[in-house]
């Protein structure tokens, strides 16, 4: 792997920040607020109303069938092929290693199960402390590769680093402050499959900076896609190499950015997720 293309000027991977994301204008003292863009037209709230409503009326429908979504049959035949979100039938994961999930199906579904939880503790904050980092790069990857890779990732998380990012040496955030890097798969995609090899592509959006009031690092959204290389390795899928590069990335919407304790409340109050393809 190349250290280069997971690493930036905000210094990881995943929600750390690839992309520069437009903040609100405005005069508002508090660098999460500002004003929102003009007040769309009637046409424009009709066709938003439209899609919430449809959305709706999806998730209910989509809620009448009940049980189990590990327990349910593939889409075959006539019944046509699941949409690009819906999980399938493999049941995702079957065990944990700490907090990640392991113990994943020998198959192309499980595979990217894999990397998609992969990329979420990849871009997690606990990757910018050294032990939860050990933790993390032992309990996913390949062990031929593990020491190799620790030595790399420790030299790349250096102080200098962490300071930049308004951290101290040890990936701490200030008082009051709380540092925020988060990594949301969108989907992913299989770019080659074997009995024992797979690499796959997981497009993330991430949240990345510093939450709380007198931030001058506020938290900002990217956009990347998170190439994993991936063995069959211990009756598990396991990490050999990844990659990360920009985008794609959306047209922002209008959401008015909300202020640095709301985003803090946010991110200590909202869990997380054990992902599924």
């Known amino acids: 792997?190349?250290?280069?293309?997971?690493?930036?000027?905000?210094?990881?991977?995943?929600?750390?920040?690839?992309?520069?994301?437009?903040?609100?204008?405005?005069?508002?003292?508090?660098?999460?607020?500002?004003?929102?863009?003009?007040?769309?037209?009637?046409?424009?709230?009709?066709?938003?109303?439209?899609?919430?409503?449809?959305?709706?009326?999806?998730?209910?429908?989509?809620?009448?069938?009940?049980?189990?979504?590990?327990?349910?049959?593939?889409?075959?035949?006539?019944?046509?092929?699941?949409?690009?979100?819906?999980?399938?039938?493999?049941?995702?994961?079957?065990?944990?290693?700490?907090?990640?999930?392991?113990?994943?199906?020998?198959?192309?579904?499980?595979?990217?199960?894999?990397?998609?939880?992969?990329?979420?503790?990849?871009?997690?904050?606990?990757?910018?402390?050294?032990?939860?980092?050990?933790?993390?790069?032992?309990?996913?990857?390949?062990?031929?590769?593990?020491?190799?890779?620790?030595?790399?990732?420790?030299?790349?998380?250096s102080a200098g680093l962490m300071a930049g990012m308004g951290l101290d040496e040890n990936g701490t955030a200030p008082s009051g402050l709380t540092f925020v890097s988060r990594t949301v798969p969108i989907g992913t995609k299989v770019r080659d499959h074997t009995e024992n090899s797979a690499t796959v592509e997981v497009w993330c959006t991430g949240l990345g900076g510093l939450a709380g009031a007198g931030s001058t690092k506020p938290v900002t959204s990217t956009w990347f896609t998170i190439t994993q290389k991936l063995k069959w390795v211990g009756n598990d899928w396991r990490v050999e190499s990844f990659s990360q590069s920009e985008g794609p990335t959306p047209v922002n919407g209008d959401s008015r950015a909300s202020t640095a304790d709301e985003i803090a409340e946010a991110v200590e109050g909202y869990g997380g997720f054990t992902y599924a393809r």
């Open 1 to 157: 792997m190349s250290l280069g293309d997971e690493h930036d000027g905000f210094g990881g991977v995943g929600g750390s920040g690839q992309t520069r994301t437009r903040l609100p204008e405005g005069n508002s003292g508090d660098v999460y607020g500002g004003a929102r863009r003009p007040v769309r037209n009637s046409r424009s709230l009709i066709t938003v109303v439209s899609v919430v409503v449809l959305l709706i009326a999806a998730i209910a429908f989509a809620n009448r069938g009940g049980g189990d979504p590990a327990d349910a049959a593939p889409t075959t035949g006539t019944q046509g092929a699941a949409a690009p979100t819906a999980a399938t039938g493999v049941r995702p994961v079957n065990g944990k290693n700490g907090q990640i999930p392991t113990g994943y199906a020998h198959d192309e579904q499980g595979a990217q199960s894999a990397a998609t939880n992969y990329a979420v503790v990849l871009g997690s904050a606990e990757m910018f402390q050294d032990g939860p980092r050990a933790e993390i790069v032992r309990a996913i990857h390949d062990p031929a590769v593990v020491e190799d890779l620790l030595r790399k990732l420790d030299a790349s998380y």
